[in-house]
Each structure stands twice: as C-alpha cells, then as structure tokens.
C-alpha cells in the first residue's frame, strides 16, 4: 500500500531535479556564452594561428551542444515527456562532455589523447585510497607500503 503513494512522489522528485539540472545547464552553458563572446570580441581572426581557429571552434559547438542538451531536457520535463529512466541519457551525456574536453585539452596540448582514458583510473585510485581509511585513524600501512 505504502509503496504505491510514494512511487509518484519519487517519480515527480527526479523530475523535478531534472528540470533544475537543466536550467543550470542553460544558464552555465549562457554565462560560458558570454565570457567566451566578451574574450574574442574584437580579435582579428585573420592573424591567428590555424590550430586557435579549430579550437574557436570546438568551443563554440560543445557550448552549443550542452545548450542543446539543457533546453531539450527542460522541454521534456515541462512538456511531461521526460521519464525518471531518461536521466541517465543526461548524465551519460554530461560525463561525455567532460571526457571530450579532456581529451581535446590534451590533444591541444601535445598530449596523446588517449591519456584521457586513464583518468577515471587515477582517480578511483584516489578515491579507493580513501575508501580505506578508519573512522578512528589513518590508512593502513599495507596501502603505502608493500612489505608491511
């Protein structure tokens, strides 16, 4: 009986925060917009280097994409076609954007771009590290050294 009347609550909940990750997309994605519009505004492209016009670029069109994705995911929660299962389309999405940009800030930056993929390794590294410790105290010793 109880878990019939909380189903709708849950279900209009994950809509809602949905709906509010949407218009913090938006509104990031305008202020990114923005400063990105005040930066360039008077450069003459003709005199930069042709790697900054690709870069020009892929700036525009992942702030575009992202704008996209946040205006398409408010219309779904306001128009009621958006269901609860849809948010992991968004955050598939979201960590796309994020492994995109890594990867393509390495690649401007000489880096192979495949460097990209070890990130998530070091840092569950880092976070399986933390996993470790006591309430009460530090890390055990076996995690910094091999022979304890």
């Known amino acids: 009986?109880?878990?019939?009347?909380?189903?709708?609550?849950?279900?209009?909940?994950?809509?809602?925060?949905?709906?509010l990750v949407s218009?913090?997309?938006?509104?990031?994605?305008?202020?990114?917009f923005t400063v990105f519009a005040v930066t360039v505004a008077g450069l003459d492209f003709s005199t930069l280097a042709p790697f900054l016009h690709r870069q020009l670029l892929f700036a525009v069109l992942?702030?575009?994409?992202?704008?996209?994705?946040?205006v398409v995911t408010f219309a779904a929660t306001t128009i009621g076609w958006f269901r609860p299962w849809m948010s992991w389309f968004s955050v598939t999405a979201d960590c796309g954007f994020l492994l995109f940009n890594v990867?393509?800030?390495?690649?401007?930056?000489?880096?192979?771009?495949?460097?990209?993929?070890?990130?998530?390794?070091?840092?569950?590294?880092?976070?399986?590290?933390?996993?470790?410790?006591?309430?009460?105290?530090?890390?055990?010793?076996a995690l910094y050294n091999c022979a304890a």
Do not use: C
């Open 103 to 141: 990867w393509f800030s390495l690649e401007n930056s000489n880096y192979p771009g495949g460097v990209a993929l070890l990130l998530p390794l070091s840092l569950a590294g880092a976070a399986g590290a933390g996993l470790w410790r006591d309430a009460d105290g530090p890390a055990p010793a």
């Open 62 to 70: 992942t702030m575009f994409a992202y704008l996209i994705l946040g």
């Open 23 to 32: 218009v913090l997309r938006i509104a990031v994605t305008l202020g990114l």
């Open 1 to 19: 009986m109880q878990q019939t009347t909380i189903a709708p609550l849950l279900t209009n909940a994950s809509i809602a925060a949905e709906r």
